[in-house]
């Protein structure tokens, strides 16, 4: 018990507390850095799984694979005040979970 007790009142180079002290950061530190990289690789994931969503309703869309009958509407291109053209479209809506995509094709 002398012993300890000399280290923790010693004066030369780094004392017991110190050192304690360090390794406490050192470990609340790599607690962090782990948490931070479960957390980002956690966001890649689901970033990843949204944008495969996406291109997969935008192939669909392209190739007009869709379920549902076409849409038939009337766009109009231009402004209200300088003659309109009005054209017939087929309109495609593919929708999954949050994503809905709208496609239309001349007819």
């Known amino acids: 018990m002398n012993k300890v007790m000399g280290k923790l009142r010693n004066n030369i180079g780094e004392s017991m507390a110190e050192l304690l002290a360090a390794l406490l950061i050192g470990a609340l530190a ?40 076409d849409a038939i509407g009337e766009v109009t291109i231009g402004d209200e005040s300088a003659n309109p053209t009005d054209s017939d479209v087929a309109m495609f809506v593919y929708e999954k979970r949050d994503t809905v995509i709208i496609s239309f094709k001349k007819r």
């Open 30 to 69: 790599m607690i962090m850095l782990a948490d931070m990289v479960m957390v980002s690789s956690g966001i890649l994931t689901s970033s990843k799984e949204s944008y495969i969503d996406y291109i997969t309703h935008l192939n669909v869309l392209s190739e007009r694979n869709t379920n549902a009958p």
